[in-house]
C-alpha cells in the first residue's frame, strides 16, 4: 500500500500532506465516519504529530493565562483540548487491533514513546496542576454545578494520584519505584512466556499413552509435535487450548499429572526463568509507593479509586462467596470420588485428575453435546436476538448501512435510532478472524460521545470478535460461549451508545469494579428461554430450538461452578494478599502463598487459578484488581432481578432506570450512588449465588 501510493505522489496525483491527510480536517463523510477509502497509512505520524502539538498548545494557553483559574479556562479547557490526538487515536489503535499489518506495528513502535512522553508532559505539569489545585480548594465558592464540581474532583485526583502533591525528593523517589516497577513487569510476563511456551512440553511417543483423546486432539498434538520438532510423535503444551483437553480426556493419570504439575510449577523452578523474587521484589516496591502517596497499603491505594472502596469490603466480600462455593466443590469431588471407587480406582481424587472426572460428571448428569446446538445459533440469528432484546428494552432500533465507509469488506455497520426516530450513534460489526486481527473479543470505538459549543456529537462504536467463520456449504454457527460473548460485547456497545453528559473526563467513566455490569448484564438475557425462542432456530428447518435443549443448556450452566469460583476466588484473595503490605517485607514466596491459602481453607484439590509466580494480571494492570469480574457479577446479577422481580424480563420502566443511571450517566457519581439510583437499595448478593449453583 505504501509502495502504491508513493508511485501515484511521484507522477503528481497527491496533493501535498496538509490538504490530502483526512485527519487533519473535518471529515465529510455521512456521520463524520472515519472515511478509512481515504486514509492510508503516511497519514498516521503527522496526524499524530499534529495531535500532540496541538494539545501541547493548548496546555500550554491553559498554564499562561493570565487571568486566575476558573473551571471554564482550566478544568473544561483541558478536558476539552487534545481533539485531533483523541481522533486519530481512535482510528489508529481500533485498526491496529482489528485489522494490523507490519507497518502498522511499524507505526505504533515508533509512536508510542511519544505519546507516552506528551502524556506525562501533561500528567506531571506542575504549573498546570497549581490551577487544576487552585480550582479544587476553591470549587465550593465557585457556583458550580455537580457535574463540573464532579469533574474538578476526578481531574484533581487523577494528578494526587500519579504524585503531583509530592515534595520534589518524593517525586523522584516514586519516579525510580515506577521505573523499576516497569522493569521487573517486562521481566516477569518475559518469563512467563518462555515458561508457558519454551521450557516445558509433554512429548508423546507411543500411541497406548494417547488413550481417551479424541482424533482432533491427537491431530492437533501431531500438528504441535513437528513446530516443536518431534516429527512422527505428539506434543501437549501448557496453552491452555493443548492442556485442558488432554486433561479431561487423557486416560494416563501420570501424565495428566505430569503436565499439570508443568504447568503449576511455571516460574518457580528456580533456574533463571524463576520468578519468585520478582513478585517479591514488586510488591515491596508497591508497598513503598501505597506509602508515598498516603495509603497505608497498595490495595487500599487501587481499591480507594473503585466501588468497593476498600480492601475490607473485597475480602468480606470474596470470603462470603467462597464459603457456598467450597461446599459446592467439595460435594462435586465427594460425587467424582464416587466414580472413581465404582470403576475399582484405588486413589483418592487429586487436582490433575479434576477435570477428567468432571467431564465423566457432566456426562452422567446432562448429557448436553456441543454440537447438538451449534445448528440453532446462526450468527444473523443471534445477532438479529440481541437486537431484539435491546428493542424490548430500550425501544432502539438497528437499520443497517451500506453506504458508509468499512475498513474491511466483511464489517457490517448499523444505524441506532431512537424509538422516535432520532440518531443515536453507530455500531460496527467485525466478526471473524483473520491474520491481522488480535486474538478474543472485545468492544471499542471510532468516535466517543462528546459535546462540542453544547452540540452532541454521537458515538461510534465497534465490536470485533474471532468467530467461527461460514464454510461453503454453512453459514457461520457459533458455539454456546461465541453467543454469549457477542451479548457480552454487546452490552460494552449499548454503555458506549447511551453514554450521555458534558464532560469527557467522566461521561461514561464508571469504576473499574463495574465496568463489566452493562456487558455482564446482556449474558442473561441471552440464556432466558423466551429469546432463545426468538433466535434459536435451525438454520437448515427454521424449527425453534426444542425445550429439552433449552433446559439442558439451563441446567449445564451451574454445572462445575463450585470448582470455578473457588479457583477464582482464591486468586483474588491471594491478589490482595500480595498487595496488603504496609511495609516491604523479605517472605518465602512459596509459603506465604501456601499460608494465604490455609487461611482461607482451600481444599487441596484445587489450585488458585494463578498462583503467584505466573500470576500475569497483578503485575499488570489487575493489581489488586483481580476481584472485579465477580463484584460486578453480584451487580449485574442483582439488576437483572430486579427485571424478574417484576415478572417481565423486558419491563420497560425497570429499563429506563437502568438506562439512565448506569448506562448514560454512570460516571456521574460514585458507583455505588449511581447504583442505588438505578435499584433503590444495595445489591445483594443472593442472585449471584443462585445463578453459579451455589445456593
Ligand atoms: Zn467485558
Not at 56 to 82: M, R, W, Y
Not at 308 to 336: G, Q, S
Not at 644 to 661: C, L, P, S, Y
Amino acid at each position: 500500500m505504501f509502495a502504491i501510493m508513493f508511485g501515484l505522489g511521484a507522477t503528481g496525483f497527491a496533493q501535498s500532506n496538509q490538504e490530502t491527510n483526512p485527519f487533519l480536517s473535518e471529515y465529510t463523510t455521512p456521520f463524520k465516519v472515519p472515511p478509512f477509502h481515504l486514509i492510508k497509512l503516511e497519514h498516521y505520524i503527522p496526524a499524530f504529530e499534529k495531535g500532540i502539538e496541538e494539545q501541547k498548545k493548548e496546555v500550554d494557553a491553559i498554564i499562561n493565562n493570565p487571568k486566575a483559574p476558573t473551571f471554564e479556562n482550566t478544568i473544561l479547557a483541558l478536558d476539552k483540548s487534545g481533539r485531533l490526538l483523541t481522533k486519530v487515536s481512535a482510528v489508529f489503535y481500533s485498526l491496529n487491533g482489528a485489522e494490523t499489518s507490519p507497518e502498522m506495528q511499524k507505526i505504533a513502535r515508533e509512536i508510542a514513546p511519544k505519546v507516552t512522553a506528551h502524556r506525562d508532559n501533561i500528567s506531571l505539569n506542575e504549573k498546570l496542576f497549581q490551577r487544576i489545585k487552585s480550582v479544587y480548594e476553591n470549587r465550593d465558592k465557585m457556583k458550580l454545578n455537580a457535574l463540573q464540581k464532579r469533574t474538578v474532583e476526578r481531574y484533581y485526583d487523577d494528578f494526587v494520584r500519579n504524585g503531583a502533591n509530592l515534595s520534589e525528593s518524593d517525586k523522584e523517589k516514586l519516579r525510580e519505584i515506577n521505573q523499576k516497577l516497569s522493569q521487573l513487569g517486562l521481566k516477569f510476563g518475559e518469563n512467563l512466556l518462555d515458561e508457558t511456551n519454551k521450557n516445558f512440553i509433554l512429548v508423546i511417543e507411543n500411541p497406548d499413552d494417547l488413550d481417551g483423546l479424541s482424533q482432533d486432539i491427537i491431530d492437533a498434538a501431531a500438528i504441535t509435535a513437528k513446530q516443536f520438532g518431534h516429527d512422527g510423535k505428539w506434543v501437549f503444551t501448557l496453552q491452555k487450548p493443548s492442556m485442558i483437553p488432554f486433561l479431561q480426556y487423557s486416560k494416563k493419570r501420570e501424565l495428566r499429572e505430569k503436565l499439570y504439575m508443568g504447568y503449576l510449577m511455571r516460574g518457580n523452578n528456580n533456574d533463571k526463568f524463576d520468578n519468585k523474587a520478582i513478585i517479591l521484589e514488586i510488591a515491596n516496591l508497591r508497598a513503598q509507593k501505597a506509602k508515598l502517596l498516603g495509603y497505608n497499603t497498595f490495595a487500599e491505594y487501587v481499591i480507594s479509586n473503585n466501588m468497593a472502596k476498600t480492601p475490607e469490603a473485597v475480602y468480606n466480600f470474596l470470603n462470603e462467596v467462597l464459603e457456598p462455593a467450597l461446599k459446592a466443590a467439595e460435594h462435586d469431588r465427594d460425587a467424582m470420588q464416587a466414580i472413581i471407587d465404582r470403576e475399582g480406582g484405588n486413589f483418592k481424587l487429586a487436582a490433575w485428575d479434576w477435570w477428567y472426572y468432571a467431564e465423566k460428571l457432566r456426562k452422567e448428569k446432562y448429557d448436553l453435546d456441543e454440537s447438538e446446538l451449534k445448528p440453532y445459533f446462526m450468527l444473523d440469528n443471534v445477532r438479529d436476538g440481541m437486537f431484539y432484546v435491546a428493542t424490548q428494552l430500550y425501544g432502539i432500533t438497528f437499520t443497517k448501512r451500506t453506504d458508509l465507509p468499512i475498513y474491511h469488506p466483511e464489517v457490517e455497520v448499523f444505524e441506532v435510532k431512537d424509538s422516535k426516530g432520532k440518531h443515536v450513534g453507530l455500531l460496527y460489526l467485525d466478526y471473524h478472524p483473520r491474520p491481522g486481527k488480535r486474538v478474543g473479543a472485545w468492544c471499542g470505538r471510532f468516535r466517543q460521545q462528546t459535546y462540542e459549543n453544547g452540540k452532541k456529537i454521537t458515538p461510534i462504536v465497534t465490536i470485533v470478535t474471532n468467530f467461527t467463520r461460514p464454510t461453503a456449504t454453512t453459514p457461520a454457527l457459533l458455539t454456546w460461549d461465541e453467543v454469549e460473548t457477542l451479548f457480552h460485547e454487546f452490552g460494552h456497545a449499548l454503555h458506549g451508545l447511551f453514554t450521555d453528559g458534558p464532560y469527557d473526563r467522566i461521561a461514561g467513566s464508571v469504576p473499574r469494579d463495574m465496568v463489566e455490569l452493562p456487558s455482564q448484564i446482556m449474558e442473561h438475557w441471552s440464556r432466558q428461554p423466551q429469546v432463545l425462542k426468538v433466535y434459536a432456530k435451525h438454520y437448515q428447518t427454521g424449527e425453534v430450538i426444542p425445550d429439552a435443549l433449552v433446559e439442558k443448556l439451563q441446567l449445564s450452566q451451574t454445572f462445575n461452578q463450585g470448582f470455578a469460583t473457588v479457583e477464582y476466588i482464591a486468586a483474588s484473595i491471594l491478589d490482595l494478599d500480595w498487595h496488603s503490605f504496609t511495609e516491604p517485607r523479605q517472605v518465602d514466596v512459596m509459603q506465604f502463598e501456601n499460608e494465604s491459602m490455609q487461611r482461607i481453607n482451600l481444599m487441596p484439590e484445587i489450585y488458585p487459578r494463578y498462583r503467584t509466580p505466573y500470576f500475569n494480571h497483578i503485575v499488570g494492570g489487575y493489581a489488586a484488581g483481580y476481584y472485579v469480574y465477580l463484584w460486578a457479577e453480584v451487580l449485574d446479577s442483582d439488576a437483572f432481578n430486579a427485571f424478574v422481580e417484576t415478572g417481565n424480563i423486558f419491563n420497560r420502566e425497570v429499563a429506563e432506570k437502568f438506562r439512565k443511571h448506569i448506562l448514560s450517566e454512570g460516571g456521574n457519581d460514585d458507583g455505588m450512588v449511581q447504583y442505588l439510583k438505578f435499584r433503590g437499595k444495595a445489591p445483594s448478593i443472593e442472585p449471584l449465588l443462585k445463578n453459579r449453583g451455589l445456593k
